[in-house]
């Protein structure tokens, strides 16, 4: 079992097919099982717990414990993605956002709960994952709030902190340059100057960040979306203790 802190702009299952295809070459067995304990989504970094070989029959046992994330949740904007995969669509007034009214929010999101998750997700509907349903929608114009095929889950949120609330200057980084060569898009919002809450989540399995900030920034009588996600721990694994892809590789080749 391996902690690798994901890249950014990977998906999981780039990282699977890059750590199966040196495994196999490494043991030399074409048919050697390599999975995943719990997707994260590709603009997001951190700790991707990826099982090899009898490893993988612990894979549903490692997504059942508990999460811990480091969240920018940016207010005064939304985006189709509730993240930075796609642009900005709407913006709302910032009366009622400031550092004391988030602190003071973030007691109502502790404990159990009802959340719904984006639609752009890889929730599976009838066998389809959702975000394939949310793009079809998206590129024909069609996706709004009501259109949402999902139900909600219950999930259990342990723990918020705000770590930090500030108008960050956006700056049109290499990432964003890139993304134009690249299939995961990351929207530029250089031309914005909206304020970010950096805030620690201990939550459950199954708890979406990007829903936890599309609803922070309802209560909050704007709207949110999520700029940052860094997944700190799973499974009993400090993100202290992750491996860079690199090195994964450099240990299998």
């Known amino acids: 079992m391996l902690p690798i802190d994901k890249p950014y702009r990977w998906t999981s299952a780039d990282v699977i097919r890059k750590v199966k295809f040196a495994a196999i070459r490494h043991f030399g067995k074409k048919n050697l099982k390599v999975g995943h304990a719990g997707t994260l989504d590709p603009l997001a970094t951190g700790i991707l717990l990826v099982c090899l070989g009898p490893a993988t029959k612990r894979a549903e046992e490692l997504q059942r414990s508990a999460k811990q994330y480091v969240a920018g949740v940016t207010f005064g904007a939304t985006t189709p993605s509730y993240d930075l995969e796609k642009d900005i669509d709407r913006e709302y007034p910032l009366d009622g956002v400031s550092e004391e009214s988030v602190r003071g929010l973030l007691p109502r999101f502790i404990g159990e709960q009802d959340?719904?998750?984006?639609?752009?997700?890889?929730?599976?509907?009838?066998?389809?994952?959702?975000?394939?349903?949310?793009?079809?929608?998206?590129?024909?114009?069609?996706?709004?709030?009501?259109?949402?095929?999902?139900?909600?889950?219950?999930?259990?949120?342990?723990?918020?902190?705000?770590?930090?609330?500030?108008?960050?200057?956006?700056?049109?980084?290499?990432?964003?340059?890139?993304?134009?060569?690249?299939?995961?898009?990351?929207?530029?919002?250089?031309?914005?100057?909206?304020?970010?809450?950096?805030?620690k989540v201990d939550c459950s399995k199954g708890t979406y960040i990007r829903a936890l900030a599309r609803d922070l920034g309802e209560?909050?009588?704007?709207?949110?979306?999520?700029?940052?996600?860094?997944?700190?721990?799973?499974?009993?694994?400090?993100?202290?203790?992750?491996?860079?892809?690199?090195?994964?590789?450099?240990?299998?080749?």
Do not use: C, H, W
């Open 115 to 199: 959340q719904v998750a984006p639609l752009f997700s890889a929730k599976s509907v009838d066998g389809v994952r959702a975000y394939e349903t949310a793009r079809k929608l998206y590129k024909a114009g069609q996706l709004t709030e009501e259109n949402n095929i999902l139900q909600a889950n219950r999930i259990n949120i342990y723990d918020l902190e705000l770590l930090s609330f500030d108008t960050p200057s956006f700056v049109n980084s290499p990432a964003v340059e890139e993304s134009k060569k690249n299939r995961i898009n990351v929207a530029d919002i250089s031309e914005y100057a909206l304020p970010t809450a950096m805030i």
């Open 219 to 253: 209560a909050l009588g704007s709207g949110a979306f999520l700029s940052s996600l860094r997944r700190t721990a799973n499974g009993g694994f400090s993100i202290s203790e992750a491996l860079t892809l690199d090195e994964v590789l450099a240990l299998l080749n």
